[in-house]
């Protein structure tokens, strides 16, 4: 056995595909070039639902204006309660209290959570009062009109939409795999959620963003680049935006992130972008001498960090913003996984000490 399952074929999908040889990701038959800063997150999510909840709109925009808007409207009260925990567990904690059901209207209340509770903590944080969601906006301009108070400039939202249907699904990752183990048991859909956000919460996973930022900074100039990051390699440390189980070449939506960063350019702040392009530069040099039998390239948290950093989230924030995307992915797999009527339930191998036989 290996004890990070590599190589195993947990589930049937109609959903995603992470070829990790030929660096392509299809999301339900389109490549993610197709679809990341070509279609909005509510296009995604249709395409993502499809065939899983029998009363399915053929365009969710409205619905998930008007899910925003109850979902507010459930939770805001409660939030001065959890505003001095991190975003993360704040975030979650709330998520927790939504109805564990099955149907389109939990599936969308879930959707809304995370944009709706972020953007409104951090209004608190800042010491001002949350904004109500305006239903009529898609989700991505409604989430940055929350938080910043205004109407944002029309390309950081489109920045954050590509960004958001960038990380909407990904195959069998960590945190997928939990929300379809919960929706095994035939619990609802925030169960499966809060075991997906549990999984996505650490850095091996969804929680390596901010420490980009945190080694960008570390690096302070390029010229420290590659100085830098032998001494972090020499020390057996790991380098935050590098590596993947399934990819042994470039993460594709590394370079969707890039394109829709470039689109922005006027918003990235010009020497944060040229750091960024020399710890990339130096770190792929460096893991290839560190590890030369084991390729390991950029994945999608490097230009994350610099994306989410650029449309103005503070960077404890990434892994929430991250869960805003990837939570319409999660609901789909919970949604196929309990179509199949099959428990997921593995056998482990017992290696602990046997019972003494009596004399
Ligand atoms: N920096 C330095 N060395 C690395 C890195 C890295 N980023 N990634 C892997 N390695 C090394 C490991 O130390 C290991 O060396 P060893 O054999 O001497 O122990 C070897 O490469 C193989 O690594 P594994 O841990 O077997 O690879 P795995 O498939 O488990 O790793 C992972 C995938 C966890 C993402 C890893 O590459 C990593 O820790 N990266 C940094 C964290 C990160 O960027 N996480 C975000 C991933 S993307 C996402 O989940 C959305």
New binding site residues.
């Given amino acids: 056995m290996s004890n990070?399952l590599e190589d195993i074929i947990a589930a049937e999908t109609v959903l995603s595909d992470v070829d990790g040889l030929a660096g392509r990701l299809i999301i339900r038959g389109e490549p993610l070039a197709a679809l990341a800063g070509r279609v909005g997150y509510e296009d995604v999510l249709s395409l993502l639902w499809d065939g899983f909840f029998p009363d399915l709109p053929h365009d969710l925009r409205q619905p998930l204006g008007a899910a925003r808007a109850r979902m507010f409207e459930m939770l805001h009260r409660e939030l001065p309660l959890v505003a001095n925990r991190s975003a993360f567990d704040a975030m979650r904690s709330l998520m927790a209290l939504l109805p564990d059901g099955t149907d389109l209207d939990s599936a969308l209340l879930l959707t809304a959570a995370p944009g709706v509770l972020l953007s409104a903590l951090l209004r608190l944080r800042a010491g001002n009062q949350p904004l109500t969601p305006d239903t009529d906006l898609d989700h991505a301009t409604d989430v940055l009109r929350m938080m910043g108070g205004a109407a944002p400039r029309p390309e950081l939202a489109r920045a954050l939409g590509s960004y958001l249907v960038t990380v909407a699904d990904h195959g069998l990752?960590a945190s997928t795999f939990a929300a379809r183990v919960v929706a095994s048991t035939e619990a609802g859909l925030t169960s499966s959620v809060l075991a997906a956000l549990g999984a996505l919460k650490g850095?091996?996973?969804?929680g390596?963003p901010g420490p980009v930022l945190d080694m960008l900074d570390a690096v302070g100039k390029p010229e420290n680049a590659e100085a830098w990051i032998s001494a972090e390699?020499a020390r057996g440390e790991?380098?935050?935006?590098?590596?993947?189980?399934i990819y042994r070449v470039r993460d594709p939506r590394a370079d969707a992130l890039k394109a829709a960063l470039a689109q922005i350019s006027g918003a990235v702040d010009t020497n944060r972008m040229a750091l960024a392009a020399a710890v990339e530069t130096a770190a792929l040099k460096a893991?290839k001498q560190?590890?030369p039998d084991?390729p390991?390239d950029t994945?999608?948290?490097f230009y994350t960090a610099v994306l989410l950093e650029a449309v103005g989230f503070p960077r404890d924030c990434f892994t929430a913003v991250f869960a805003t995307g990837r939570v319409g992915g999660w609901i789909a797999h919970a949604r196929e996984q309990a179509a199949t009527g099959r428990l997921i339930r593995p056998k482990s191998r017992y290696i602990g000490p046997m019972p003494k036989v009596a004399a």
């Fill in positions: 990070g990752n850095p091996l996973h969804g390596a390699l790991r380098l935050m935006g590098f590596g993947h189980r893991l560190h590890k084991r390991l994945n999608v948290e």
